[in-house]
């Protein structure tokens, strides 16, 4: 399988190459030529099999220079028990007879970002080798909250790699930032960034597309790649859990073969939902993608109106890591949408750049309708629903699957639908413990680990034992600089 840019079309490599690269240094986003498809007899064939062996035969579609036994030991080592609190690895819960969720936070860090970040370092250290690499790789990483502490638990220590964290300050939960600024590993380093995700977003895209900076870190005997969902590596593992809970809905005998199933997504950078789309187009009966945002609407307004337009307030929201007016991945499903058409996307992507918004074409934008659904829910909306969740079902959420779960809601009141629906949980309630305590009535501790305590004692719901591991560790990394510095942290991290 090859892959190209986003924005050249002529540019051509292997997939160990675009997952070691991460980013194209034209600055659009490596994608596969082709999106290989899977038929009833494919699925019917992981029914019965383990999320491992259902992680290695999905992506061997797609990572055609690496074999199956190599993938197979991969998803081994990323989703064992060791990890991974239960070995469904991405159990489906349900909630209702039309109603699922699909909880992805059973990793390391509690976070859905555990699902590719577990994968990458493994996928990323096969391909230096494979492509006779011999300098460090150093992985930029822009977060909202949840990518740092994941990327640098996958990468931590791991040989031939670095890896810099850059997040938003005053930007990420309690607890996020508890787990990023204690992390453990010789090779690892963090730093806040003033301002919000997008600041930091774009602060990495602009050092990754610095041909000067790139030429001085070579002289260093380094190289620059992303972990975040900007990198290949990061979207294909995702591709998996949506492929693997139409699995378990067969296997449960909540669906019948060839059923159409929706998926609502809280949705920021746009990688996650973009996975389901692949998966869609892959031939996995899905019917609507549901995209839920928080009060940062930018997506919801382009899926109604064509219009991108991030020409507007930045929230700060109780959902941090939907807190993005500038979602990346939404360049792929266009460039995918627009019929591979480099030039129209560099035209969008452009306008982004300069403009600050860009409007699709008519075609795209009656694609977009076809496939996607879009709406946002408040705060009062998300507090809302997680008071309801606790209520009245007896299931504790935190605050970014309260946004899917009300925008699933304003769904079904909008179209009838009543597709069975699954709905994407991406971060344990602990994790944002101040705000889910607050929905609850409750006034929260200020202490990211007296907030643990006052949970669990609240409703006894199990505190994750990585989560509970934090108490007592020493915070290691203080740094805090504006945008405009960032590449002189790099420098200074690779001295």
Not at 83 to 100: E, G, L, S, W
Not at 115 to 130: G, I, Y
Not at 293 to 319: A, C, I, M, Q
Not at 344 to 351: E, G
Request: hydrophobic letters at 40%; charged letters at 20%.
């Amino acid at each position: 399988m090859k892959y190209y840019s986003t924005r050249d079309t002529a540019l051509r490599m292997e997939s160990a190459e675009a997952v070691k690269m991460g980013l194209s240094r034209d600055g659009g986003l490596l994608t596969p030529v082709a999106i290989p498809q899977i038929d009833e007899a494919f699925i019917t064939g992981l029914v019965q099999e383990n999320y491992q062996v259902r992680a290695a035969k999905v992506m061997g579609l797609y990572l055609t220079d690496y074999s199956y036994d190599e993938l197979l030991g991969f998803a081994n080592n990323a989703y064992g028990t060791d990890k991974y609190d239960t070995t469904a690895v991405a159990p489906m819960r349900k909630v209702d007879d039309n109603t699922h969720c699909l909880e992805l936070w059973h990793g390391p860090t509690s976070a859905f970002k555990d699902m590719a970040l577990q994968m990458l370092p493994q996928l990323l250290s096969a391909a230096l080798k494979k492509t006779g690499e011999t300098k460090t790789a150093c992985i930029l990483v822009a977060t909202s909250g949840d990518t740092g502490k994941a990327a640098m638990e996958g990468f931590a220590n791991v040989p031939q790699t670095k890896i810099m964290v850059f997040y938003p300050q005053d930007g990420v939960s309690a607890v996020q930032e508890k787990q990023m600024v204690t992390q453990e590993g010789d090779n690892v380093g963090v730093c806040a960034v003033v301002g919000n995700f997008d600041d930091a977003q774009s602060g990495v895209k602009r050092i990754f597309s610095d041909e000067t900076i790139r030429e001085e870190l070579a002289g260093k005997g380094y190289f620059l790649s992303s972990a975040n969902s900007i990198n290949w590596g990061r979207i294909l593992p995702q591709v998996v859990y949506y492929i693997s809970a139409y699995c378990d809905l067969l296997k449960t005998g909540d669906i019948a073969m060839g059923d159409k199933v929706n998926f609502c997504v809280p949705t920021g950078n746009f990688g996650d939902i973009l996975a389901a789309y692949y998966a869609k187009r892959m031939g996995l009966p899905v019917g609507k993608l549901i995209c839920a945002s928080n009060k940062n609407d930018v997506l919801t307004e382009f899926l109604n109106t064509g219009v991108y337009n991030r020409n507007r307030p930045f929230h700060t929201t109780s959902s941090p890591s939907m807190d993005i007016l500038i979602s990346s991945n939404l360049e792929r499903l266009l460039f995918d949408l627009s019929g591979e058409d480099d030039a129209l996307i560099r035209t969008y992507m452009t306008a982004l750049a300069t403009e600050g918004k860009y409007t699709v074409s008519d075609g795209i934008l009656a694609s977009l309708k076809d496939q996607y659904w879009g709406g946002y829910c408040d705060e009062d909306g998300t507090f809302t629903t997680i008071a309801d969740y606790y209520k009245n079902r007896g299931y504790l959420i935190d605050t970014h699957t309260a946004v899917a779960v009300n925008v699933m809601e304003q769904y079904r009141k909008a179209t009838n639908d009543e597709t069975i629906t699954v709905f994407v949980s991406t971060a344990s309630p602990y994790k944002f413990g101040d705000n889910v305590l607050s929905a609850l009535g409750e006034t929260p501790e200020t202490d990211s680990m007296a907030l643990i305590d006052q949970m669990y004692a609240l409703t006894g719901v199990a505190v994750p034992a990585r989560l509970a591991a934090l108490r007592g560790k020493e915070r290691r990394f203080d740094l805090s600089v504006e945008k405009a510095e960032m590449d002189n942290v790099v420098h200074n991290f690779l001295q």
